[in-house]
């Protein structure tokens, strides 16, 4: 206790002087996470078959490259020399699992908690921040998720740093994945530390918690840009409580909120529908495109409009020019004939132009429609519940000109 103590002390008088410098986190992190659908029933076996299910599934082939082991891969208590012992569960270590990791082509993740144990009351990082960091980079970790819990109430801005200076002294670039719940104001200070924060406290696999932290996250936009992204939480999509369409909403929100896409599933067992979300490549793309930004609200943004549940439209813009906006129906029943105008969604085309539509859920096509002095609508004739509408619209210049007053464009 006193050494966790004195570190902490020093932190607070001197600050820290170094800032986070791995080159990583670009874009939003991709990958798999046992959490959400293990737990603790965690082993080396369960493991290594998500790995090869991963592959076998093509993944890898969409960005997603990181295969995160969560709490519990540890055992309660460290040896004689500090270092965390690994759990029976896994019998040939770490760094074995590592290398088949990475001789699969993916990388290598593990979970810690920046406190004197991790949530599940294993051993914690809090004063063992260089062994724990020299224990990864000797494994060939590739990423770190750092927890929140039993922290001694040292202030988040003393310990998290402590924990990013020792993987940088490593040498080894490791993601450094915050996970303190949106406490102590992370998103301001983050991007100095880690490269992705949570925002939020933990998902479940309900629509409730979509929606209640999607709309906490989004807050936040302002803060999120390349090499430190704001962290909604891991993908619930393919755990079975939601349907189909709460599915297909949760992870459209969080593409384009451009959150981590950490799946959370059983890979063995995820249902053709849901895998069919999670491998939705024109969402993909726009989470990990490099010039797109969290999503803005631009219309049903007030607070009567959420007392209301009235849907609301959120738009990001693409390295290429193209907006993508996603219309969201947060009622339980169909919203029938919902209609907005280009303009409200940033979409100013010359007179004449050609306004390309595909719709992002279906990756399909939909057609096009010329504008008319930027008055051109776009009417959707039904939203499920919970259920949303994404589309990409591309502006075509054209010198031909038109007459028609308001072009309507309609999507079943």
């Known amino acids: 206790m006193t050494r966790v103590i004195a570190l902490a002390t020093l932190a607070a008088l001197t600050g820290s002087t170094h800032g ?24 080396e076996d369960l493991v290594k078959d998500a790995v090869d299910k991963f592959v076998e599934l093509g993944l890898d082939q969409l960005g997603y490259e990181y295969i995160n082991l969560d709490d519990c891969w540890q055992q309660e208590h460290r040896d004689e020399n500090g270092h965390v012992k690994v759990s029976e569960s896994f019998p040939s270590g770490m760094k074995a699992l590592g290398d088949y990791i990475h001789s699969k082509g993916l990388k290598f993740g593990l979970y810690s908690s920046a406190g004197l144990q991790t949530c599940q009351g294993m051993a914690g990082g809090l004063g063992y921040e260089e062994i724990d960091a020299q224990d ?10 750092y927890d929140n819990c039993f922290n001694e109430d040292i202030p988040a801005q003393f310990r998290y740093p402590q924990m990013r200076d020792a993987l940088n002294k490593t040498g080894r670039p490791i993601f450094f994945s915050i996970c303190n719940w949106g406490d102590d104001n992370i998103a301001v200070w983050g991007h100095d530390v880690g490269n992705s924060w949570r925002t939020t406290n933990d998902i ?23 090499g430190g992204w704001n962290d909604p939480d891991m993908l619930e999509v393919g755990n079975g409580n939601m349907a189909t369409v709460e599915e297909q909403t949760h992870f459209a929100l969080w593409a384009l909120s451009k959150a981590p896409l950490i799946i959370g599933c ?13 491998m939705n490549k024109d969402l993909i793309a726009v989470n990990q495109d490099p010039a797109s930004t969290q999503a803005k609200c631009m219309i049903g943004c007030n607070y009567w409009d959420t007392i209301l549940r009235r849907p609301s439209v959120w738009q990001t813009k693409l390295s290429t020019g193209e907006v ?33 539509v595909r719709d992002l859920i279906e990756q399909k096509e939909i057609g096009s429609f010329v ?10 004739d039904s939203i499920p519940g919970h259920g949303s509408k994404v589309f990409k619209f591309t502006v075509v210049p054209s010198e031909v000109s038109t007459t028609a007053e308001e072009p309507v464009f309609l999507a079943n």
């Open 136 to 145: 990864y980079a000797d494994w060939g970790v590739d990423y770190l998720k």
């Open 20 to 43: 986070l410098d791995n080159g990583l986190g670009l874009t939003p992190q991709m990958g798999w996470n046992t959490w959400n659908k293990f737990g603790c029933n965690i082993t």
């Open 324 to 356: 993508v906006v996603a219309v969201v129906n947060w009622r339980e029943n169909n919203w029938k004939n919902y209609k907005f105008y280009l303009t409200d969604v940033g979409l100013a085309p010359k007179d004449g132009d050609s306004i390309l």
């Open 371 to 380: 504008d008319s002095h930027d008055r051109g609508s776009v009417s959707v």
């Open 204 to 226: 479940s696999d309900s629509w409730d918690s979509v929606e209640s932290i999607f709309l906490s996250n989004s807050k936040l936009r302002d803060e999120s840009s390349p």
């Open 266 to 278: 059983d890979l063995t067992k995820v249902s053709k529908e849901s895998l069919s979300i999670l």
